[in-house]
């Protein structure tokens, strides 16, 4: 298999870990197991005497029975449990292309999502974003356009990762309806979902209301636990289950029992993860307003609806990654340069950590410094 490097993730590998402030991360502030484990009464008990044996392929079914409460009309049967967002992604798409197939992904995009199809020889064609006034939107007509006979697969991300775009539920119905008619699986990336700064902004998930939709979910970003890399496909097409559950048997067979078991404390537990993120979301959102109103001359945002992330306009002429690579250098606070999307002039930042002002704070000495 060839495929191209994940630019996103090789930049995490290298700097995650050197760089004193993340001004970019799309995972939500995590917390310990001991503070999760305080969330349900009995929880570290029960955990003390969890046998470390195998688990289910499919995810242990009390696990699936949480999973399922985020759903309309997903039941456990609908669910298969994976490592984190990035398996079930790699696993769906090898398990249901082949070379020659065509799909459309939103683009600029979490890469995954595109070089997997084509390393496997398919044709992707890119919805772009269009910046309208300084807001992002995908066009509906254009994606009619990009529907051709050999299309499978529509890719959709929202809460987008970049841009922060978020599609409203006609949207979703408009795109739902486009596929049905032309008998095409819609694979929705619903990491940031359920961090909708308030509850009209929420639309349902694409399993919920499509019968050939895949919902991908996860604890790592709205709930904030990545570590414990669970993560899930959604879907009533159990055919479409039952393929990447035999792939799954090639790469981690099963997930980790104690992460499964954390993940349905947390799970049981949701509302009160979402409300603390959502604090933070909310404590940090004015902070930024007031930066992105003092230096509208060198950066243009705008503020999203959902989820943890925002793509930041460049007004002036300096290439994002050079750009990025100074602020590190000099401030250490590491930002997520366009280029990382093949999408140049921008860079993301990330709102949903409690030292997002101290990060802030140390970028703009570097804007003082620098730019004034
Ligand atoms: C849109 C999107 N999908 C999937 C993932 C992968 O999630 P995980 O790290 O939990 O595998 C990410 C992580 O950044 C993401 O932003």
């Known amino acids: ?42 929880a570290a008990e029960k955990m003390f005497d969890l046998n470390l044996g195998y688990t289910e392929t499919k995810g242990a079914p009390e696990l699936r029975r949480d999973i399922a409460t985020i759903y309309k009309e997903i039941s456990p049967a609908d669910l298969l449990v994976c490592s984190g967002a990035q398996e079930p992604i790699f696993l769906f798409s090898q398990a249901m292309l ?67 775009f978020h599609f409203t539920e006609t949207e979703q119905a408009a795109i739902v309806a486009m596929a049905r008619k032309n008998n095409i699986i819609i694979f929705c990336d619903e990491v940031y979902r359920e961090l909708e700064r308030d509850l009209q902004y929420r639309i349902p998930a694409i399993a919920d209301v499509y019968e050939q939709g895949v919902s991908l979910g996860v604890m790592s970003k709205t709930y904030g636990l990545p570590g414990l890399r669970i993560g899930w496909l959604a879907t009533k097409n159990h055919s479409i289950l039952n393929k990447i559950a035999i792939l799954k048997e090639y790469t981690t067979i099963c997930n980790a029992g104690p992460s499964e078991f954390l993940a349905g404390v947390g799970l049981r537990n949701r509302e009160k993860l979402i409300a603390k993120n959502l604090q933070i979301v909310e404590n940090n959102l004015p902070l930024l307003d007031v930066f992105f109103d003092k230096y509208a001359n060198l950066f243009s945002w705008h503020k999203p609806i959902a989820g943890p992330i925002a793509f930041v306009k460049m007004n002036f002429d300096e290439h994002d990654g050079l750009f990025a690579e100074r602020v590190l250098k000099e401030k250490k606070v590491l930002l997520l340069p366009g280029d990382i999307y093949d999408y140049n002039g921008f860079f993301r930042i990330g709102f949903c950590r409690n030292n997002m002002p101290t990060a802030l704070a140390k970028f703009e000495e570097f804007v003082v410094e620098n730019l004034i």
């Open 1 to 42: 298999m060839t495929i191209k490097p994940f630019k996103l993730e090789r930049y995490y590998t290298l700097y995650e870990f050197t760089a004193d402030y993340l001004l970019c991360s799309s995972d939500c502030e995590a917390i310990s197991i001991r503070e999760l484990l305080a969330l349900e009464d009995g």
């Open 98 to 164: 082949k070379a020659g197939d065509e799909v459309i992904v939103q683009s600029p995009c979490y890469q995954s999502l595109q070089s997997v199809p084509e390393s496997l020889g398919c044709r992707v064609k890119e919805w772009k974003v269009r910046y309208k006034r300084n807001t992002p939107t995908f066009d509906l007509g254009e994606l009619e356009q990009m529907i051709g006979p050999k299309t499978k697969i529509i890719y959709l991300n929202t809460p987008h990762n970049p841009t922060g």
